[in-house]
């Protein structure tokens, strides 16, 4: 059995997305996506349909903006193959969920927790897809922190805590890539791209 987790990161609409998808569609067995948009608009419900139809009838879809450590903890074990898109998007949720209450920063860093303590299950777990013996998890996420210093307060919080959420996860992760342009480009692991 192997297990594995792969980060992606880039800016928007670098091709984080598709080089997931497209390098996780090369894995055989059962396939899972667990998205963390919500379709709060039009325009948003627009995107998702196209998504899921770009995905096609291979995989399983969890739409969960919150709870992605539940949602892993419940379909681990089931596939070979999961992408969880995108990280940002669900510290986001976070973030405008826990927005007026007294211990945001706490809530925020509970829920991180427990998040990096489910890939940490993923990865000590036994368990693995149907067939093959090989599970990888792709974290989609985008780099946030290239751009100017924010002008408000919450949106250095949101800058701040997605940089340090991302070192966190490249920090476990097997390999990382960086997205620019469509182009991947390995910045962790062993073996060329």
């Not at 196209?50 to 009838?57: F, I, P, Y």
């Not at 969890?62 to 949602?71: F, H, M």
Request: glycine letters at 8%; proline letters at 2%.
């Amino acid at each position: 059995m192997h297990k594995k987790i792969i980060f992606i990161t880039g800016g928007a609409r670098s091709g984080k997305s598709t080089y997931a998808l497209k390098d996780a569609s090369k894995i055989s067995g059962n396939k899972a996506y667990i998205a963390t948009a919500e379709a709060l608009d039009e325009e948003m419900r627009e995107r998702i349909e196209k998504h899921k139809n770009q995905r096609g009838t291979d995989w399983d879809t969890y739409e969960e903006p919150l709870r992605i450590a539940e949602v892993i903890q419940e379909i681990e074990g089931k596939y070979n193959a999961i992408v969880i898109d995108c990280l940002t998007l669900w510290l986001s949720n976070l973030l405008i969920r826990t927005q007026n209450t007294e211990h945001r920063t706490q809530t925020i860093e509970m829920e991180i927790v427990g998040f990096l303590d489910s890939l940490s299950r993923f990865k000590d777990s036994p368990v693995c897809g149907l067939g093959s013996g090989f599970c990888v998890l792709y974290i989609v996420s985008n780099e946030v922190g290239m751009g100017i210093v924010p002008e408000n307060e919450m949106a250095r919080r949101f800058r701040d805590m997605a940089g340090i959420l991302n070192q966190k996860i490249a920090e476990i992760s097997d390999e990382a890539y960086l997205l620019v342009a469509g182009i991947p480009m390995k910045i962790k692991g062993k073996g060329k791209i």
